[in-house]
């Protein structure tokens, strides 16, 4: 009975902690959205026309990466985070500061992408160890397309 108990225990820090996990990624997309606003908005020089229509692109679909992370999360009985002061609190990327320039821009969205990357490849894990084949899935595609946007924006770069 002790080991049933705590393999009860056990599963349920595994998908608490992958609640969270997912409660991260609400964060962080909601920020990024925020961010690429910003970016699309303030965006200046010879590159303004590919950028500001990129930006508007990125945060239509940072929107869906969003949306459907927060219904997964409510799909499996947790509680996603919806206000601007649970997305600061829980977020791993920074807000804009809204004096980069237009490399600084790009740049800020590789590392931000980066990072949202190798948290989805702890998410990939969490989800696979707990059961959670969807979840597991939605992150693979989610990781995909931000590897691909990484590579372009580093071309963009050169």
């Keep these: 009975m002790a080991k049933t108990t705590s393999g009860k225990s056990a599963g349920k820090t595994k998908n608490s902690s992958l609640e969270q996990l997912l409660n991260q990624q609400v964060a962080n997309f909601n920020v990024l959205y925020v961010k690429l606003h910003n970016y699309h908005w303030y965006v200046t020089g010879e590159q303004f026309f590919s950028l500001h229509v990129k930006f508007e692109e990125l945060y239509d679909e940072v929107t869906l990466k ?7 999360l409510l799909s499996i009985k947790g ?16 807000e804009a500061s809204g004096n980069e320039d237009t490399r600084g821009m790009v740049q800020a969205l590789i590392e931000d992408f980066a990072t949202v990357s190798e948290e989805l490849t702890e998410g ?3 989800a696979e160890e707990a059961g959670d084949a969807p979840t597991a899935d939605m992150f693979t595609g989610f990781k995909a397309d ?8 580093r071309s963009f770069l050169g």
């Design 66 to 72: 969003m949306d459907e992370v927060a219904e997964r």
């Design 146 to 153: 931000l590897e691909k946007h990484m590579w372009m924006l």
């Design 124 to 126: 990939i894990e969490m």
């Design 79 to 94: 509680k996603p985070a919806a206000t601007m002061k649970e997305y600061l609190e829980l977020a791993t990327v920074q």
